[in-house]
């Protein structure tokens, strides 16, 4: 399902107009972005929880001349699923 999709399916589940979907979806996806990127947590009961997380500089190889490198530490977004969408998906 891409947005579009996830639009439309918003958009007649909810009883509003694409547009309405589209501009909920949007603005919703933008304070997470925002929020996460400041380094607060979003939590979604049932959903589950967006939050950046730090990743250790490590040692990696250039996989086209097999050279070692060092790949530096940095921060990336992660998801952790709740109980309800585990289950859910589970079943």
């Known amino acids: 399902m891409n947005k579009g999709e996830l639009v439309d399916a918003v958009a007649e589940k909810a009883n509003v107009t694409k547009k309405q979907a589209e501009a ?12 996460v990127a400041a380094g607060d947590k979003v939590t979604l009961v049932g959903f589950g929880s967006f939050e950046a997380r730090e990743r250790q500089a490590r040692e990696g190889r250039n996989p086209k001349t097999g050279e070692a490198m060092t790949i530096p530490a940095t921060k990336v977004p992660a998801f952790s699923a709740g109980k309800l969408f585990k289950d859910k998906v589970a079943s």
């Open 24 to 35: 909920a979806l949007t603005a919703a996806f933008d304070v997470i972005q925002a929020t």
